[in-house]
């Protein structure tokens, strides 16, 4: 893949000769800086890819195609910005218009919107566009206070900057840098490292690398074609398809699906183990099944793990049996490497869309607890440490007594 840089800016922008510039200089990322705010629209691909510290292989992947707008009349995020697929460009996934986000559900032909009325964040949680994302990092690496080390290290064709914060939370960039409160659900040390790779022929950032204890993501940036879009031509319900149901966030979609699945027989499905092993779940024999549906990259769901492998083994083989899906990464190495990191040796399977629209899985995790007809008597969904594992035992305590 060729990497090329279009920057066709029609504003006036320092440019340095080549010879004798200081590339290793705060003076040069604000050179960058300048150049990255004269960035009124952007479109461009971008390949992503996200893993848990240690793995050698991503769990999460996605290649598509972007167009982020300058909005100053949003004040959290300060950009608009519409996710679409990297085929026809005209299939979205995410849009963004400064007020709220609407996230696309192509299996349930349905769209959910966020107006951000129920959070309780002083941010928005959503993933910025690339280059409001980059902006933020390197004005915050030139006027922060916080206790940094920021490098910048000249390369062949790049300009190499990696800042390290060193404080008691972890930082994120949510159109400004916000100090992240403590989570009972990442682990490590609060360190947060952001990479970036700049471009010296445009020099403009076209990769991040951001990496926290808990995990690590990369974004790299193709073809980008600056401000020959039009802020006024970009309206969300220009990216909804007619056919497909809008529900606010909030309402539960699934509820509905999940309440005809209650007491109703559990569907079958046969699945790749992560020691690349086919497992059906006619393979269980025991009186009790419980199935979990988590995510490798899901704070609860990694909470859950020592009540699950307490729980384990707490009953006989042919009393219970325990059963975890993997729901969104694709990669069996990494599902081996979160076993092994997280020494747990229960069955871990990784899933297939039909079996998560079976479930009707929308989120992690969910419980699903099963008697020896294999029918569905309890489905709980998300994970409080001490509530769930205490609804979870009570379950199958009163399905073993029958």
Not at 301 to 311: D, Q, T, V
Not at 369 to 385: P, S
Request: charged share 25%; net charge negative.
């Amino acid at each position: 893949m060729i990497r090329k840089q279009i920057f066709s800016i029609g504003l006036v922008i320092i440019l340095l000769a080549s010879c004798g510039r200081d590339y290793t200089s705060k003076e040069y990322l604000n050179t960058v800086l300048g150049n990255l705010r004269q960035i009124e629209t952007a479109s461009y691909y971008e390949f992503g890819e996200a893993w848990s510290p240690g793995d050698t292989a991503a769990s999460f992947v996605f290649w598509r195609f972007c167009r982020e707008y300058r909005n100053p009349s949003d004040t959290t995020i300060g950009s608009s910005f519409v996710v679409l697929d990297s085929l026809t460009r005209s299939k979205a996934s995410f849009c963004y218009d400064g007020q709220m986000l609407a996230t696309f559900y192509d299996e349930h032909k349905g769209i959910i919107i966020d107006s951000f009325r129920l959070s309780p964040l002083p941010f928005r949680p959503l993933s910025a566009p690339f280059y409001n994302y980059v902006t933020s990092i390197i004005n915050y690496a030139l006027t922060t206070g916080d206790s940094i080390s920021l490098d910048l290290k000249e390369q062949d064709k790049d300009v190499f900057a990696r800042l390290t914060i060193h404080e008691d939370e972890q930082v994120e960039f949510f159109g400004k840098a916000f100090h992240m409160p403590p989570s009972p659900y990442t682990y490590g040390d609060n360190t947060s490292i952001y990479e970036l790779w700049i471009d010296k022929g445009t020099d403009l950032p076209y990769k991040v690398r951001r990496e926290m204890s808990h995990d690590i993501s990369v974004s790299t940036s193709f073809d980008p074609e600056f401000n020959k879009l039009d802020i006024n031509d970009f309206r969300a319900v220009d990216f909804y398809p007619p056919d497909y149901e809008i529900r606010q966030y909030g309402y539960k979609t699934t509820d509905e699906k999940k309440s005809e699945l209650l007491n109703g027989k559990a569907p079958e499905w046969v699945l790749q183990s992560a020691g690349n092993q086919t497992v059906s779940l006619a393979d269980f024999t025991s009186r009790v099944v419980l199935i979990q549906f988590t995510s490798v990259t899901c704070g609860p769901c990694r909470a859950s793990i020592p009540f699950l492998k307490e729980i384990n083994k707490e009953y006989g083989k042919d009393d219970f049996a325990l059963v975890a899906i993997e729901c969104t990464s694709k990669n069996l190495n990494a599902l081996r490497n979160y076993m092994s990191r997280n020494q747990f040796d229960y069955t871990f399977l990784q899933a297939e869309k039909e079996v998560l629209k079976n479930y009707s899985i929308g989120s992690y995790p969910v419980f699903f607890i099963l008697d020896q007809e294999r029918i569905i008597r309890e489905i709980i969904k998300g994970y409080a440490e001490g509530a769930t594992d205490e609804r979870i035992r009570f379950t199958v305590n009163k399905l073993l007594e029958k």
